[in-house]
């Protein structure tokens, strides 16, 4: 099997679809469309399901992909070890979530630049699962996640400790009160989308309080989050440091959890690599603070 036609498929997998693909690849549609063709014609069997919403993996395609994720995360881990000469250069892609993104990072970040112009780092947002399965795909670097993580090839350090906090409208002054003043159904959940670590959080805390079946409602921004959550619309789990950030922390009540609830690690996920790229060992070493210049 070509190595570039395991690379496209692993690609229209991904994105799920021939288009996405393309743009991703950064080439035109036939090109991909013929990729794949000859792939299934090599293995015998239809990888994918075409319908017209896209894309979807074939039980051949679901068991050919690890592999094929595999042989792409190697195939760049290779190309960077050979162009590697001990100097922090070259891309580095970097995920995190959004509340860590939004709070945590940027004097990180701004640190690690000045130190390093030459690295052209880029950063992501996306939920914690989504990050999980670009870093071992080799789309991301590394990336900020809510622990825990355990993964035969990945490598995590904790990058920071974060203490959750339940935020609802300031007309809820305890959670004795909401309890009391929310319809039986429960509040309506405000949430990132699925795979968010934080959603799968409230969601546990809801059924704790006995309300299981509580609406969702996803929002794609914090400051939409928690303004939604002043105006009374429903409830929200995020960390302490970022509801005290925000511009609107004086419009809701903040309310502490038991430990158990409330107590969350964000771990900074990479792959177990034989050779380690400069510009991600420069990162790893910021956080892990062997390099006390870019931690300060």
Not at 49 to 61: D, I
Not at 161 to 181: M, P, Q
Not at 192 to 213: A, D, V
Not at 256 to 281: C, G, N, W, Y
Request: include cysteine; hydrophobic fraction near 45%.
């Amino acid at each position: 099997m070509e190595l570039n036609d395991l690379l496209t498929f692993a690609t229209v997998a991904r994105t799920g679809g021939i288009t996405r693909a393309a743009e991703a690849l950064n080439t035109v549609q036939s090109n991909v469309t013929q990729r794949i063709k000859a792939l299934e014609a090599e293995i015998g069997t239809a990888l994918f399901e075409r319908h017209s919403r896209g894309m979807t993996l074939t039980g051949a395609g679901r068991r050919l992909l690890p592999y094929a994720q595999r042989m792409a995360a190697l195939s760049r881990e290779a190309l960077l070890a050979a162009r590697d000469d001990g100097q922090p250069k070259g891309p580095l892609m970097i995920g995190s979530m959004e509340t860590t993104a939004a709070v945590r990072l940027p004097a990180l970040l701004a640190g690690f630049h000045r130190r390093f112009p030459a690295v052209d780092l880029s950063l992501r947002t996306a939920p914690t699962a989504d990050l999980v399965t670009s870093v071992l795909d080799g789309t991301l670097d590394g990336a900020f996640v809510a622990g825990p993580i355990e993964h035969a090839e990945l490598d995590a350090l904790i990058a920071f400790r974060e203490e959750l906090v339940l935020i609802t409208a300031r007309r809820f002054d305890s959670l004795g009160a909401l309890r009391s003043g929310t319809p039986e159904s429960g509040p309506t959940a405000l949430v990132f989308r699925i795979g968010c670590t934080y959603r799968h959080r409230l969601e546990q805390l809801l059924t704790e309080f006995g309300w299981p079946s509580a609406a969702r409602c996803e929002l794609g921004t914090l400051d939409g989050m928690i303004g939604c959550v002043a105006a009374g619309m429903g409830v929200a789990l995020l960390p302490r440091a970022v509801v005290e950030r925000s511009e609107l922390a004086d419009s809701v009540s903040v309310h502490t959890l038991k430990p158990s609830q409330a107590r969350v690690e964000t771990l900074f996920i990479h792959r177990r690599v034989a050779h380690q790229d400069s510009a991600l060992a420069g990162f790893t070493a910021c956080l892990d603070g062997k390099d006390a210049d870019i931690a300060a």
